[in-house]
């Protein structure tokens, strides 16, 4: 049962989510099942920050001023874009991973760790009856958005996770053939 609802686990891009989002005791608890990952060394190297009402327009705004500092002269398409790029799912969380380096626990393993958090957030999103996308796009990586949105140097964007709910259903994309990758290992 629990695998057939994996199996369906699926994407809804974020243009396509609307109202309703999450109530704030939904998200808690998403949040908390998603914070269940495996995690080398117990660090949970992650925390998160939520972006909705007003804020997602404004986080818009402050991508188009970082975008126009960038490219200069871009047109009047590329910024309306950047302003757009919240304002569709009710919520979005951003999941920032807080790394301790130099540390015994590599720092790959704890951007994985990281990574889970946005893969079970997915799953739990999507569990709960909503849809969800993990995007990251060039202001996941840009350092003025990192100081705009307060990260510490030891702290990155994984992904926005945009969750809502889906104005219509997305259709499948091809899988990778496992039965390609696996092969028997021997000595
Ligand atoms: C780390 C990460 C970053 C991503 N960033 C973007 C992005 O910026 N734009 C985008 O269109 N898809 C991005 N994707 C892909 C989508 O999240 C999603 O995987 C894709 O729409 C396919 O849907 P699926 O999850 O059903 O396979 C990203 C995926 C990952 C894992």
Do not use: N
């Not at 998200?27 to 990952?37: G, N, T």
Request: hydrophobic content about 45%; overall charge neutral; proline content about 7%.
């Amino acid at each position: 049962m629990t695998v057939f609802v994996l199996e369906r686990r699926r994407s809804t891009p974020s243009r396509l989510l609307g109202e309703p989002g999450p109530s704030d005791s939904q998200l808690l608890e998403m949040l908390r099942v998603a914070s269940r990952v495996p995690d080398h060394g117990a660090l949970a190297p992650f925390r998160f920050l939520r972006v909705a009402g007003d804020a997602r327009a404004q986080l818009g705004d402050r991508l188009a001023a970082r975008k126009l500092e960038l490219e200069p002269g871009c047109d009047e398409g590329v910024l309306a874009k950047e302003r757009g790029r919240f304002v569709a799912a009710p919520v979005v969380v951003i999941v920032i991973g807080c790394y301790q380096t130099p540390h015994k626990i590599p720092a790959i393993e704890q951007q994985l760790t990281a990574g889970c958090v946005c893969f079970s957030l997915l799953q739990i999103a999507q569990a709960m009856g909503f849809g969800a996308q993990w995007l990251t796009a060039w202001a996941a990586y840009d350092p003025v958005i990192a100081g705009q949105l307060g990260l510490a140097d030891s702290e990155a964007v994984v992904g926005f996770i945009h969750i809502g709910t889906a104005r219509e259903s997305v259709g499948e994309r091809p899988r990778p053939d496992v039965l390609e990758r696996l092969k028997d290992w021997h000595p």
